[in-house]
């Protein structure tokens, strides 16, 4: 039985005085609750069966934006308290992996076979530094991202280990570094086209004594709402109104992007929006019914997240000089659209001597991204074309 209306509101009120940005917390409780459930729910997409399981990556300078410690909260005081859930912490390695998947779990007296994982990872790059056994690991999860009724995998010793129900979470957290250190290749292999990014500018605000809501929400309520949700199971089912809502907006025409890997992207965002909306109906009901604006609140969802993707992308395999363009450019975003030339020198005189940062801004003024204003002495950088 339920206790409170909606989980992710509930969740939202109780973490409401924690540091990190709010859309961190929102993209926890929607990556705890993707976890719950595996592959209990899910909706029939014709040729295959669509389960509403997320790959998330929170973006972000370490310790500014408090990112791993909004993940940390979710998943061990409340998501671990899910019975039979496999959850993987561990560095990141193929064998085990697989070994977390192919064990067997008691519940309730009642033994439960399925090779599903929540895969956590608050310091990303100490569970897939990069190496060559990172990329089998982001291969293996990119073809498994949809699930797999059953997987075949060939172990060191020669012997083939057979794995059914298969289906992958994935939350992690990662400073912009990281993404530097993968290669083209793995962003074309197709894994971070899978990849919800999420970043934010600043903190919400800074709390000296944090403390849980534990007046307005309980802790253990939030913990037996979702074993409640956990324990749902069945196809999920969309209301004519919500079909020919998404029929609309699916067959709209997608705005080609220069960069194959945001368009990639792009292309997987129907699928990704009705596991959004699925998550936002389990979050309040239990009739696993999907409602028109379930789907309405998802697309605005994903427009909040859509413009970072090629932002995150950017770090991949370019060039320093890019590298530095999209930081210079997101220091400026994040000082409400404008910065001193002076601030700018400033802020990146760990990294860039003045005569590089000069390189940096003209090459931002000629693609028009930034513009600037003299007054007197000063020097302005703004966002945007010059007017």
């Known amino acids: 039985m339920r206790k409170l209306p909606d989980f992710i509101k509930a969740y939202m009120t109780h973490t409401e005085d924690q540091e990190a940005p709010e859309i961190f917390h929102f993209w926890t409780a929607l990556g705890i609750l993707a976890a719950a459930v595996r592959r209990n729910l899910w909706i029939d997409r014709g040729y295959y069966k669509l389960f509403p399981n997320l790959y998330v990556i929170f973006v972000a300078e370490s310790g500014k934006l408090r990112k791993s410690t909004a993940q940390e909260y979710g998943v061990d005081q409340i998501l671990r308290e899910i019975p039979g859930l496999k959850i993987y912490t561990e560095r990141m390695t193929m064998e085990g992996i697989i070994d977390q998947m192919d064990r067997v779990n008691i519940v309730n007296g009642k033994m439960q076979r399925d090779a599903c994982v929540f895969i956590f990872a608050p310091e990303l790059v100490m569970l897939l530094p990069g190496d060559e056994i990172s990329r089998k690991v982001m291969a293996f999860m990119t073809s498994t991202y949809m699930g797999k009724d ?4 060939l172990t060191k010793g020669g012997d083939e280990l057979k794995l059914e129900n298969v289906l992958v979470n994935f939350l992690g957290a990662t400073a912009p570094d990281w993404l530097e250190t993968l290669s083209e290749d793995v962003a074309k292999g197709g894994f971070l086209a899978r990849i919800v990014f999420v970043t934010a500018a ?20 939030l913990v037996g709402d979702l074993q409640h949700i956990s324990s749902l199971n069945g196809e999920m089912k969309p209301t004519p109104e919500f079909r020919k809502t998404f029929a609309d907006w699916y067959e709209r025409d997608v705005p080609q992007h220069d960069d194959p890997r945001v368009q990639g ?44 993707v090629p932002q995150a992308l950017s770090h991949i395999a370019t060039s ?32 860039l001597s003045s005569q590089e940062v000069q390189e940096v801004l003209k090459s931002l003024e000629d693609r028009q991204e930034i513009h600037f204003v003299r007054q007197g002495r000063t020097l302005t950088y703004v966002l945007g074309p010059k007017p």
């Not at 059953?150 to 995998?153: A, L, T, V």
């Not at 600043?202 to 309520?221: C, D, G, L, M, S």
């Not at 363009?325 to 700018?344: C, F, H, N």
């Open 150 to 153: 059953k997987y075949g995998y």
């Open 265 to 308: 992207f792009r292309e997987r965002q129907h699928d990704l929006a009705i596991r959004i909306a699925m998550l936002l109906s389990i979050a309040k009901a239990d009739d696993l019914v999907l409602q028109e604006e379930e789907f309405h609140l998802a697309v605005s969802i994903l427009k909040d997240i859509e413009d970072f």
């Open 320 to 351: 320093q000089h890019s590298r530095d363009s999209e930081r210079v450019l997101g220091q400026i975003k994040r000082k409400a659209g404008k910065m001193t030339y002076t601030e700018i020198l400033r802020a990146n005189s760990w990294k």
């Open 202 to 221: 600043k903190r919400r605000k800074a709390i000296a004594w944090p403390e849980p809501q534990r007046t307005k929400v309980q802790i253990n309520e």
